[in-house]
Every structure is written in C-alpha cells, then in structure tokens.
C-alpha cells in the first residue's frame, strides 16, 4: 500500500474502525455537531446518550452544564485525571430538584453495545484564548460524544515518520490543550508500525509499540480500535500516579496488558492454581501486579476476594503500599506483625493485605480454607522455595498463588521457581516478556560495562576462592543472603577495603564521573562492599568532587559508633535526597550504596554505576537493572546503561551468572564489554569514510559543500542511509567520549558532522545547527584544535543587497550558491518574522522550491534563479514596510492585498487598520475576528467582487495573516 499519507494509512485506519462498528462521521458534520471549531463534544450523540444512560435524572440543563464543565476542565494532568475520573463514572452531579448528587455514567463499560462510537477526519480544532488558524489532527474516535483517541498519520516513505508524529502531538498539547485534556490516548502510525501513549505525559518514553503476534497492519488496528478493548484501556489500563508531588499517567504496555489478561484467566479456572510470570527487571512488573489485583478486587464474579501482596524485604513492603495507595485501593492494610497477619486471615479480612514473606513463620496450617484468596509474590525467586514458603501454602491450601520475577530460579539442588510457580503450564511459565524484547521495546535499555585496570582489580584467586567458587553462593538471591557470606571473608574484604586501592578508585571514578557521566546529564551509583566502606569512599571522593554531589545512603545499626552516624538520613531526609536524586539540575549526583536502592529504586536518570562490591546471579542482575531504564530530557536520550567494574565479576560473567541456564543468553546479549561498542564505532566508521568521504578527497575547499550536496540531493534512500548510521555513530561517541581509543577517528567523526549539518541545513525545515547534538559532539564541532577537511557550517550570511551580490559572483558550482542563499533566507526569515510577519507567505514559497529542488523538480540554475527573485522581493516590500509606516500586522495584511492582486490595497489596508483599532483584540477573540471578516468581505463586494469570491479571499489572508503573527510569537 503505496501512496501518500492520507490514501494509504488515514483512510484504511478508518475503514477498519468502521468496519469494528466504529460510525464515520463527516468533517462538516463533525464541527456541526460541535457548534464550531472551538466546540470539543459532538452534542446531539451526547445529549442522546446522557439521556439513555442516566435515565432517572438526566435532563436538558443537567447536559449543557456537563458540557461545560467538560469544555472547560484545567488543561493540565489534573484536568486530564479529572475528565478520565468523568469516564469511569467516579464522579457525581448535582440534581436540583432532588436536592442530592447522583453518581454519572458518561460510558457502560458493562453493555458495550448501550454506547455510541464514532469517528471522524481532519477534526478541524481551536481554542477561545487564541483565534488562530485551526489545528487539524488526522482522525479523533469519539465514545458518546466525546473525544476520546486522537490519530496522528504519517506516510512510511517520509524520513523520521514516527518522531515527526510525536512532534504533532507535543505541539497539540502547547497549542490545544483544551482538546488534548478530554482525550485519553494518542496513537501514531506510519503503516508500518503502530505505537500508542497516554496525553498528558508524552515522551518517547511513554511511547508503546502495539504488538499481537505479529499481526498484519489491518488486524493490529482492528485490534486495537476493537470497542471492548477501547473500554478496557479507559477503564484499566490507564493509571494516574502520584509521586514526589507530581502527578504522572501511565498507560499499561502491550506485555502487561497480555499478561493481566492471563493472570485473570489463570485466577478464573477450575483445575489451575498457579502461575509465574517472567518479565524481565524494569519492564513493570509492579502496575502489572497491581492493575490485575485492582480487576480482582472490582469484579463481582469474584466474590469480594482477599489479595496478598507478598514481599520479601521491608523496604519494598512499603514500596507496595504506596504504590497501591497512589492508584486508589481503599481497602488495604499493611501486616506490620505475624500476629496482625495472623488476625486478619482469622478474622476473614476482605480486601488487599501487604506483608512480607517471613511473616508467615510458624503459621498454622489451612488458617483459610477459601478459595477466593490470590497470593501476589513479587520477586517469586527469593524465599518462597524455602521454608517460609511452606507456612504460606500450607496456611492457605486453597489459595491460588502468582509469582512475579525477572530472575526465575532453575536450580535442581534448591528453590526452583519453576516448579513452584509454573508447574501448570507446560514451559513452567505463564507468561514471559525476556529481555531482548524488552530491549526491542525500548522498555528497557541494554547495558555496557568496562573492567577496570587489572591494578585495581581483586585477585583472581582471592575472588574465586572466596566467592566465585563458593557453593553457598549459588544462585544467591537476597542481598542480605550475599551480605552475610561476604562478611565472613576476610581475605577478600581486606583487599578490597585497602586504602590506597581505595583512594585510587575514588579518584577514578571522580575523573570517570566528570569526563563521561556528567556532560551527558546523568548521575550514578558507587556500590561498596559493605557499609562502612560506604563511609570511606564519601570521605574520599570529597577529596576530588564537591561535597555536595555525593551522598551515602546507608541503613542504621545498632552497633555502629558515633563517626557511622553521622551518615544517617532521616526518613524525611532520605526522601528528599532521592527525589533530588532524579532531578538533571540538583545535587546529589552519586549515590554510596551497599544494598540500599539496589531493589525497587526506579531513577532513569542513573547512567553509571561504579561497581566494588563483589556480586552474582539474581542479586547481580537485580542492581545492575538499577541502570537499564530508558531517560530522554533536553535533547539527550540515553542508549544504554553503563557499569564501571571495579572487582572484575564482569571478566567472568557467566561464571557469575549460573543460576538459570535458559536465560544465559539473552542476558549475555544485554550485557556487552564496552570493547564491542569501540569495535562497533570503529566499522562504522571505517564504512562511512568510504561511502561519503572518500569521494571529497582533493578537491578544493570550495568544492567541497557543492559536492556534497551533489553526491547526497540524488537519492533520498542515501541521504536517508546516512541519516541512520550517523546518528548511531553520534550515539557512540557520546557513550565513549572521552577516550584515546577515539583519537585516530576524531577528524573523520567532525567531517561526517560536518557533512551531516550541511544536510539538516539544506534538507531540513529549520536551521538548528546544534540542537540534535548532545554536548560533546557539539564541543567537537566548535573545537578548533581538531582538524577537518569539510567546512564547518556554523553561521550564514546577513540578507542585503550585497550578500546576493556576492552569493552570485562566488566561484563555485550552482549547487554551493543554491545552499548558501536557502539557508540565508530561511536564517533571516526566522530572525525577523515577529518584526515582519507577511514573510510567513514568502517562507512557504522558499520551503516549496526547495523541496522541487532536492526532489530533482527543478534544476539547480532554474532553484537559484527562484531564490534570487525571493530575495529581491524580501529586501524591496522590507523597504516598502519602512516607507509605509504600517504597523507590522497591517503591512503585512497590505501584502497579502497585493499578492491577490487586487484593486486599491492601500484603501482596503487602511480600513483594516482601523478595524483593528476597533476590534483591538481581534487576534484572541472570535466575534472580533468576525466582525472584521464580515466588513472587509462587504469592502470587496463593493469593489465589484463576487460574494463567494470575497469570502473565500478574505478568509485565506485572514488565516494567513494570523499564521505568520503566530509564527511570529506575538
């Protein structure tokens, strides 16, 4: 399927909803409905279906304030949750006449088929604050009369479809608000892939690949847009969280959506008691847990169920309360104590019970015999297998039980997670989302790491005898398990917490940290081997960075001296610092740790984790998962997690990782050597010089940019190519940078900067000449202690008659004197479009010719000859505006007259001047706006021009006129 953006995704994504049910509505219907661009509810539908939905109370006053309130909810997150708190029906209305509220169904979730689903085209949009040209979204479904999803389409031939999407939606939220707060989910295609995300909270972060089973376009839509689903997400999938005083909204990813979809199979059947489900660390395993037991716990069929969130660390006991509490359980309570535990299974407790694994000890056999109790055991590779465990079940016989673990346990000597959790399903797992696909996903990041000078390093017999080849260690899943065998070896803490080996290290990781982490924007762990060794490496890093940009955080013990306590944080104080934590622009900047934030502390923001404690299987992948989540802020996109190791657990790794066989190789493809990444850059380099340097060599200097846009405008396919590897090569030279190992390719990696520029100046839509670089890449460019060979575009010339002059007569082929005068008059136009807005139009027309000249329409003599004519045009109506005395919309509006070429443009300008004199707020006030149509429509019917003909001129100077005041910043 062939064609342009609308013919080959806009209207096949409409047939397909039609053909789930989905009722097309036309455009010119649509804004009927809504009483006008600016109306947001399709009132007829919603008035029917208030009526048929409320039928005991609804009335027609009730509606047009319901209306209201929805066309003026806050445009903010609060606004947003409030309106999905509309949908859910969790909000009353006031009844007048029965003096009372009443609860409000805006959609039945339970009969599908009592609501109202429509879709349109083109939804033509503005708001009341600005009277600007309307935002026109590709395709909005409504439920009921209401805007629920908006679709942003883009053709799979166009470069970059899916971010330029994101875009359109980034720019709906700063433009129309007021539409974008009722709607729920965005969605964006290029046909060839289908991504969804919740308004509200829009990052490439939050951007979901839809994804069943590899279906084809056709059914990944049907699938999507199938109307149980649509309620489903509104109804469950969607989650707003509150934490560190900031709302956030969350929309469930395909595999967890998958897979609460079994989990309430699994729940629901007669003969099956079990399930584990394996998604891999980061990938969210904990809204998974909750929106499953939130499900449970609403449906009636399970008859006012009990469900146990078992944890195995009182850190993470807590954790889960929070986490429930912030997405509105009402009935939960936390087993502080075994007796409390004890009493609420005594007592029959209904609702969500929060406890820790070890406080089933010495608990009595079948203390419940129901069968609607479901057991939730987050980290199900821990302590379940062991005798703790055993309390529980044999305390709930009946029970059905879930595990949930990204580190499943395969041991044949110990606790298999497996057998205990998956012994009903054949591959021992209900569902598993591994780590490649997570990685695919971008849900969460791979990881690199980097062993540290051998010098630094423990010995190799130390490590092995005194913790590789332990037995007790294998498969070791609890950190305070590891703790409490590492305190045992003296040899190996000894070496270790050698001060000079200390001191080195500190050193290293302050230099590592400011040359590699810190220009980047990230922040990062320094893991000890114990706590006191916590203490030290503060002392010693104060030796090297300031004091404020590390911390240590570290548990209290009864039996530390006064020097320990001084690094105690309060509840309160800890709370802070790791809010601060993931803040790009506040200290801390590392974090001390030995065990504390190693599980269930989610910062994105964490790159680098400096690594000198020894670790292995489930405790190893359980902190390095610390540093796999995926961040984007200011221009910087993190691509991979970085690990510093200082012990050299990494130089034997699958040594070190021996606990489940099956999973080996995907962690291993996780997990590279960062040798790999310098091996990889280097061929890629290498690949590059020869495709697009090579062929510069010897010409002049002069030549060169010529050259480059010959060798580049023929093929959108090669500039697309270089787009790609370009831009994997920038990713790498961040990642590495700085490094000698980069020294021999730095004049090559600025050329192929250089030549990138060159296109994104002439190729792209603006001149941004360093905005996509991140700071190093952008330091090497403006570093002039690197050579080069392709001249570095940094500025461009000022617009006068003399630059034209010398634009012109500069030797040098057609092609250099087209790419210097585009990218002069896209420069001047961005400059001096608030001063001069009439240059929108004449924006437009530089932007046109030159797509007809790098889509080979036009040649590039005839391309100089149009930019040329432009020029002369800018540079004598800039003289005329001078002359004129205008203010700067009236000139403008002026110019418009003349490009129609039609009679008297200074009368009709003059008249406009005083209609905005009259109407002074006309740009942000509708009747204003129409006001002034409607006089200057009559101004042309006057001048003999046909009624149609005046209305359809005016309008498109109107809202050309407001484009370039826009484009402007008023």
């Known amino acids: 399927m062939i064609g342009g953006e609308k013919a080959s995704v806009q209207n096949p994504i409409i047939k397909y909803a039609v053909d789930n049910g989905w009722e097309y509505i036309t455009p010119d219907e649509c804004l009927r409905m809504r009483q006008g661009e600016t109306g947001i509810i399709l009132r007829e539908i919603f008035e029917a279906q208030m009526m048929k939905l409320n039928p005991d109370f609804m009335d027609g006053n009730i509606i047009n304030d319901l209306i209201k309130k929805i066309e003026n909810i806050r445009p903010t997150v609060e606004g947003n949750r409030e309106m999905w708190e509309y949908l859910k029906g969790l909000k009353t209305v006031f009844i007048p006449y029965q003096n009372r509220d009443r609860n409000l169904k805006l959609i039945d979730f339970d009969n599908v088929d009592r609501n109202k689903f429509n879709v349109t085209d083109e939804f033509s949009f503005r708001n009341d604050r600005f009277s600007t040209h309307p935002d026109r979204p590709d395709i909005v479904f409504f439920i009921n009369g209401i805007p629920i999803f908006i679709v942003e389409t883009k053709s799979s031939q166009l470069l970059n479809a899916i971010p330029i999407a994101m875009e359109q939606i980034l720019r709906y939220h700063k433009e129309i608000p007021e539409l974008m707060v009722v709607l729920q989910s965005f969605q964006i295609t290029d046909i060839i892939k289908f991504f969804y995300g919740p308004t509200f909270n829009v990052s490439d972060n939050t951007l979901i690949e839809w994804k069943r089973n590899d279906r084809n376009f056709e059914e990944l839509v049907k699938a999507f847009f199938d109307k149980s689903m649509v309620l489903k997400i509104i109804k469950d999938y969607i989650l707003f969280i509150e934490a560190d005083n900031e709302i956030k909204k969350v929309i469930l ?11 309430i199979d699994r729940i629901e059947s007669k003969d099956k008691s079990r399930g584990l489900i394996w998604h891999t660390q980061g990938s969210g395993k904990t809204f998974t847990m909750i929106v499953s037991a939130r499900k449970i716990i609403l449906d009636p069929i399970f008859d006012n169920p009990t469900i146990i969130m078992v944890v195995d660390r009182n850190e993470l006991e807590q954790q889960m309360f929070e986490n429930l509490k912030k997405v509105g359980f009402e009935n939960i309570v936390v087993a502080n104590s075994i007796d409390q535990l004890r009493k609420l299974l005594i007592e029959d407790y209904r609702g969500v019970i929060v406890t820790l694994i070890h406080k089933f000890r010495e608990m009595m056999p079948e203390i419940s015999k129901r069968e609607n109790i479901y057991v939730f055991v987050d980290e199900a590779h821990r302590s379940v297998g062991g005798k703790f465990g055993n309390f529980m079940m044999g305390a709930l016989p009946n029970a059905k039980y879930i595990g949930f673990t990204g580190t499943p346990v395969a041991s044949t000597h110990g606790p298999n997670t497996f057998m205990i959790f998956g012994r009903d399903d054949p591959n021992g797992y209900l569902d598993k989302y591994g780590i490649i696909e997570s990685i695919n996903d971008n849900t ?68 590592h940290f400011k040359n590699n982490v810190e220009p980047l924007g990230y922040k990062a762990f320094l893991v000890a081997v114990d706590r006191e060794s916590c203490v030290i490496y ?111 657990i990494f130089g034997y790794l699958k040594k070190a990782l021996l606990f489940d066989a099956r999973n080996l190789d995907d962690i291993m493809f996780a997990i590279q050597n960062i040798e790999l990444l310098k091996e990889r850059f280097k061929n890629l380099i290498e690949e590059m010089k020869k495709d697009y340097l090579e062929p510069l060599k010897g010409l002049e200097r002069d030549k060169i940019v010529d050259e480059v846009i010959s060798m580049l405008k023929a093929s959108e396919q090669k500039r697309n190519d270089f787009y790609k590897k370009y831009n994997e090569l920038k990713d790498l030279y961040e990642i590495l940078s700085p490094d000698e190992f980069l020294r021999p390719y730095l004049t ?106 790098t889509s080979n329409q036009i040649n590039s003599e005839a391309t100089l000859e149009e930019l040329k004519k432009l020029v002369q045009e800018i540079l004598e109506e800039k003289e005329e505006q001078s002359k004129k005395g205008y203010s700067k919309e009236t000139f403008a509006f002026y110019y418009f007259i003349k490009q129609k070429d039609l009679k008297d443009p200074e009368d009709l300008a003059n008249k406009f001047m005083q209609l905005t004199n009259k109407y002074p707020k006309w740009f942000s006030n509708p009747t204003q706006e129409r006001e002034i149509k409607r006089f200057l429509i009559k101004e042309l019917m006057a001048k003999n021009y046909s009624a149609k003909d005046s209305t359809v001129i005016i309008k498109e100077i109107i809202e050309n006129l407001k484009k370039g005041i826009k484009n402007g910043q008023r």
């Open 253 to 263: 990813k395909t595999h967890q959506i998958r897979a609460i979809d079994k989990i």
């Open 444 to 511: 969460t990041l791979p990881l690199t790491y980097k062993i540290a000078p051998n010098h630094l390093l423990v010995k190799k017999e130390i490590l092995d005898k005194e913790f590789l080849e332990l037995s007790e260690l294998y498969g070791v899943s609890d950190i305070d398990e590891l703790n409490e065998v590492l305190r045992k070896q003296v040899t190996l803490r000894n070496e270790m917490k050698n001060p000079q080996r200390m001191d080195e290290i500190a050193k290293s990781v302050a230099e």
């Open 538 to 648: 503060k002392k010693l890093l104060d030796k090297y960075l300031p004091k404020d940009y590390s911390e240590v955080i570290i548990s209290p013990y009864y039996n530390d001296d006064e020097e320990m306590k001084k690094y105690y944080h309060s509840e309160e104080e800890e709370r802070e610092l790791r809010k601060r934590f993931k803040d790009p622009s506040k200290t801390p900047k590392i974090f001390i740790v030995t065990d504390k934030l190693l599980t269930g502390y989610d910062a994105p923001i964490l790159y680098a984790m400096y690594l000198d404690k020894p670790m292995r299987d489930h405790v190893l992948l359980q902190a390095i998962a610390r540093i796999n989540r995926p961040y984007e802020s200011q221009g910087m996109k993190k691509q991979y997690g970085l690990i510093i190791d200082f012990v050299g």
């Open 748 to 853: 090559d990696f600025k050329d192929l900067t250089s030549i990138n520029l060159i296109l994104q100046k002439l190729f792209g839509n603006k001149n941004l000449p360093y905005l996509e670089f991140s700071r190093k890449t952008a330091d090497l460019v403006k570093n002039n202690t690197i050579p080069e060979n392709i001249p570095v575009i940094t500025k461009t010339y000022e617009l006068n008659a003399e630059t034209l002059k010398k634009i012109m007569e500069k030797k040098g082929n057609t092609n250099e004197k087209v790419f210097n005068l585009m990218i002069t008059i896209r420069d001047y136009i961005e400059k001096s479009l608030n001063e001069s807005p009439f240059l929108i139009s004449i924006g437009e027309r530089a932007e046109k010719i030159a797509r007809e000249f």
